[in-house]
């Protein structure tokens, strides 16, 4: 998929809400705030859209509540176009090429890449593990070894490193 396909694929907000619905609650939804699995639409017209209310403990949430993207101004649609920009770059996106291809400032996209690059750390405590066939290209781990007088290390592919 390219940005063309993306951003054909993903046109409105209604969309992209209802894809991150489905991606957060595959099972149905689920109250953020208690955990209760039966919620209410609130109906409204106006800026507040596709709000629910909890029938547990009665407050309200959306697909974004308590999530790194909650409270956010910007549309899920430039979320969903920076997630995928940092995710294609093999080598990462500066602040500034990213502010540049979504159309924001570069504070904006700075604070957006910090708050994408944090969901998908896996050593958070809602993090699940992978299912499925999972591919990935290779990599070699750790660090540069030490270095000691008088030793050439290999480079590359040439190392025990796993």
Same mark, same amino acid.
């Given at each position: 998929?390219?940005?063309?396909?993306?951003?054909?694929?993903?046109?409105?907000?209604?969309?992209?809400?209802?894809?991150?619905?489905?991606?957060?609650?595959?099972?149905?939804?689920?109250?953020?705030?208690?955990?209760?699995?039966?919620?209410?639409?609130?109906?409204?017209?106006?800026?507040?859209?596709?709000?629910?209310?909890?029938?547990?403990?009665?407050?309200?949430?959306?697909?974004?509540?308590?999530?790194?993207?909650?409270?956010?101004?910007?549309?899920?649609?430039?979320?969903?176009?920076?997630?995928?920009?940092?995710?294609?770059?093999?080598?990462?996106?500066? !602040?500034? $090429?990213?502010?540049?291809?979504?159309? %924001?400032?570069?504070?904006?996209?700075?604070?957006? /890449?910090?708050?994408? @690059? *944090?969901?998908?750390?896996?050593?958070? !405590?809602? $993090?699940?593990?992978?299912?499925?066939? %999972?591919?990935?290209?290779?990599?070699?781990?750790? /660090?540069?070894?030490? @270095? *000691?007088?008088?030793?050439?290390?290999?480079?590359?592919?040439?190392?025990?490193?796993?």
């Amino acid at each position: 998929m390219n940005i063309d396909q993306l951003n054909a694929q993903f046109k409105d907000e209604t969309i992209c809400r209802q894809f991150f619905e489905a991606a957060r609650w595959p099972a149905g939804r689920i109250c953020p705030h208690c955990s209760f699995n039966i919620s209410y639409e609130i109906k409204v017209k106006g800026p507040y859209v596709d709000r629910y209310e909890c029938k547990r403990c009665k407050s309200h949430f959306t697909v974004t509540t308590k999530t790194a993207l909650h409270s956010t101004k910007l549309p899920l649609r430039k979320w969903l176009q920076a997630m995928y920009l940092i995710v294609i770059s093999s080598k990462g996106i500066s !602040s500034v $090429a990213l502010a540049r291809l979504i159309g %924001v400032t570069q504070p904006t996209a700075w604070r957006m /890449g910090h708050a994408i @690059r *944090k969901m998908m750390d896996p050593n958070r !405590s809602d $993090a699940r593990m992978l299912q499925g066939i %999972v591919e990935l290209d290779e990599k070699y781990i750790g /660090g540069t070894p030490q @270095r *000691k007088p008088g030793v050439v290390h290999k480079r590359g592919k040439g190392t025990s490193k796993q």
